[in-house]
């Protein structure tokens, strides 16, 4: 009698879940959240080290100059999301809070992740030089264009924003990049020798992420200060929002007939939004006990597309999988079939020579 096959479980997915359960009891506090501060920067400059030592040159000049690509990116983070966002914003001023309603249209107003954008275009085996350069130039931009546009169309509630965020950007993300594409030629061999490294510090970066930032929302208490009614509102808007632009972004680079790995990386770079940069310039932008609420639409929706996003990396990677399985078995016929046809020639030959 044969045994039932048990369920495949996305063992990723597991461990976010596991992630976001730890935060809920034991939540970083005090000294360990600072160290968990040190710990997610460490992770997020290990990636991007490792990233730049595996990334050619020509690989890397050739995401910047795909301009198709890059457009789209921009345009899911600063049109199609603020656009969404306004109207979101508007209905939802009627059963929500005031704060929450800022909150939704702030959300669509921010950069792009980096960290988490990249680790999951690898993950789904996409164009990791395009993704990264998108991720990078949607932070650096944000850094004017969000103030910007908050003061455009939240009532002049702009700010200055820290110009530390720059260096910051430039410590963590660039510096470690050019450091990896300086000791490529030393590291090279070793880093294609030892593959599963890599995959460790994309998983392990977005663990951390996920510990840190709901840690962070659980310590502030954030989560008492609605009721469980807003709670659901908010958390359907930012799901329809994030599927509204997944599906959005996925039509047109299909549309306009772009290959898998430059979608992947406009899907996952087009429907990202930082948290990790997002709550500080709602600090500025917001000051006031309200900003906890502004940024609630936001931390939810930064769960919603780990979760979300997760699992579409996994099933682009299965994709591509059965692909290159369905590949070597069509060669592995082909080949037989060949061998096939040169034995039976074979045969014929001798048969008509023994005539």
Request: glycine share 10%; with cysteine; aromatic share 6%.
């Amino acid at each position: 009698m044969k045994r039932p096959r048990m369920p495949n479980i996305d063992t990723f997915l597991v461990a976010l879940v596991a992630a976001v359960a730890l935060a809920a009891i034991m939540p970083a506090r005090g000294a360990m959240a600072v160290w968990v501060g040190h710990a997610v920067t460490a992770a997020v400059a290990l990636l991007f080290f490792l990233y730049g030592a595996k990334l050619s040159k020509e690989a890397v000049l050739e995401g910047m100059s795909h301009w198709r690509l890059q457009s789209l990116v921009f345009a899911s983070t600063y049109v199609l999301f603020p656009l969404i966002g306004l109207a979101m914003a508007r209905a939802s001023r009627l059963f929500l809070p005031e704060e929450l309603s800022a909150g939704l249209l702030f959300l669509c107003l921010l950069p792009s992740t980096v960290q988490s954008s990249i680790a999951f275009t690898a993950i789904a085996r996409g164009n990791v030089p395009a993704a990264l350069c998108s991720a990078s130039m949607s932070n650096l931009l944000g850094v004017v264009l969000t103030p910007a546009l908050v003061a455009l169309t939240l009532g002049g509630h702009g700010a200055g924003i820290d110009p530390h965020a720059l260096g910051e950007i430039a410590l963590q993300l660039l510096l470690p990049f050019a450091l990896g594409q300086a000791l490529r030629p030393l590291l090279r061999s070793a880093l294609e020798d030892h593959r599963a490294v890599t995959a460790l510090v994309d998983r392990g970066s977005i663990l951390l992420i996920v510990y840190a930032a709901f840690g962070e929302g659980m310590v502030a208490g954030i989560w008492g200060q609605i009721g469980l009614r807003d709670l659901l509102i908010v958390l359907g808007l930012d799901g329809a929002m994030l599927v509204a632009v997944l599906a959005a972004t996925t039509a047109v680079c299909r549309l306009l007939g772009l290959g898998r790995a430059d979608e992947i990386a406009v899907v996952f770079c087009g429907s990202k939004k930082s948290m990790a940069g997002g709550i500080p310039m709602a600090n500025v932008l917001f000051p006031g006990p309200g900003v906890a609420l502004v940024v609630l639409p936001l931390m939810l929706f930064h769960q919603t597309q780990l979760f979300a996003c997760a699992a579409l990396a996994r099933r682009y990677a299965a994709r591509r999988e059965d692909r290159d399985i369905a590949r070597a078995c069509h060669a592995r016929l082909a080949f037989d079939a060949d061998g096939i046809r040169g034995a039976a020639e074979l045969r014929d030959g001798r048969h008509r020579v023994g005539r």
